[in-house]
């Protein structure tokens, strides 16, 4: 007869693809998607143990497209806003990460650094997670989605700088740049997981906005995001506090800290424009990943083309 043990082998489902990554080590395949696995684990919690406010932001964004920009635009149209009271703490004082806490590791890691119960209303969440792995509740609970994302370029360009700076590492563009096309990166595939913020647009309180938009026309998209956020607010006030200067001036000023990741909070400033990588991909790179991205988003009305929009240096 078999042992309990046994027997649980037969029935488990085979253990998930696991592949190392570039640089800081292993990486799970969950539901097609590479993260560490301690996120795995965060993306259960959440999922049963989150219960979306109607008042709720969601900030979410594959890594490197912009996620400290929109924390701090979103803190200061909040702060500046007329019509919705919060007392929050704001970037006198803090770095936006300090501001808006991410929901999978500092509240729903295995040891939280943050309570959520804690946070005062409207309550400003931060996520790397694709939509399909947070609540199904979100939908019908009323509460809001801002995705930030940015041309796959230069998210490539910025994500390899700052795994260089941040660990040392010597790899080369190219290796990092395979993976990347891959989908072995945090939060990978990058594809995958614009489609399904993109899919989402417009319905169930998902606003999708890009950093090159953000660059172009600033004002125009602040005020759009405070729309959506049903707020008004000092269109030109939110911009200049949170411009590429101010923040990355700030952080320095306050020589600060550490974010939960490891990143030293600095190292979220690098030089915040738009078409870096025509210093460091060639015109094949790109080709290839004009190539997955016909591929991926055939047929869904997303393209490149989102990203030329306006975009100045
Ligand atoms: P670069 O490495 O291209 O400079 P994330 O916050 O998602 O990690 O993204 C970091 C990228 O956003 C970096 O891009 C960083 O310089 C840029 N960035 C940070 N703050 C910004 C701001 N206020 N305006 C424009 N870009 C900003």
Same mark, same amino acid.
């Given at each position: 007869m078999d042992t309990p043990q046994q027997h649980e082998d037969v029935i488990s489902p085979p253990p998930p693809p696991q592949a190392k990554w570039w640089v800081d080590g292993q990486r799970i395949r969950h539901k097609g998607f590479w993260f560490k696995p301690e996120f795995i684990t965060a993306t259960e919690a959440i999922r049963a143990h989150y219960t979306p406010l109607p008042s709720d932001i969601i900030l979410a964004s594959f890594p490197k497209t912009g996620t400290t920009w929109l924390k701090a635009l979103t803190s200061s149209i909040l702060r500046h806003s007329s019509t919705i009271h919060n007392n929050h703490d704001h970037m006198d004082n803090l770095n936006p990460h300090e501001l808006v806490p991410f !929901?999978?590791?500092?509240?729903?890691?295995? /040891?939280?650094?943050?309570?959520?119960?804690k946070i005062t209303s409207p309550r400003v969440f931060n996520t790397h !997670?694709?939509?399909?792995?947070?609540?199904? /509740?979100l939908k019908t609970s009323g509460s809001k989605v801002i995705y930030i994302t940015r041309h796959p370029a230069d998210t490539f360009v910025s994500l390899w700088h700052l795994y260089n700076n941040k660990f040392g590492t010597e790899i080369s563009i190219q290796e990092a740049f395979d993976d990347f096309c891959k989908g072995l990166v945090p939060a990978g595939p990058y594809f995958d997981h614009v489609l399904e913020f993109w899919e989402a647009r417009d319905q169930d309180r998902v606003l999708f906005v890009t950093y090159e938009d953000l660059k172009g026309k600033p004002e125009e998209n602040v005020k759009r995001i405070a729309d959506f956020l049903g707020c008004e607010t000092m269109v030109e006030k939110v911009v200049e506090e949170c411009s590429f200067e101010n923040l990355r001036n700030a952080s320095k000023e306050r020589g600060e800290g550490v974010h939960?990741?490891?990143?030293?909070?600095?190292?979220?400033?690098?030089?915040?424009?738009?078409?870096?990588?025509k210093n460091h991909l060639t015109q094949e790179m790109m080709k290839e990943l004009e190539d997955i991205a016909d591929m991926k988003w055939s047929g869904s009305g997303l393209d490149l083309n989102i990203f030329n929009n306006s975009a100045s240096q």
């Open positions: !929901l999978e590791i500092e509240l729903f890691g295995e /040891t939280p650094s943050k309570d959520i119960t !997670l694709p939509l399909s792995f947070l609540p199904d /509740t939960w990741s490891g990143t030293k909070y600095d190292m979220f400033f690098r030089k915040g424009v738009v078409g870096d990588w």
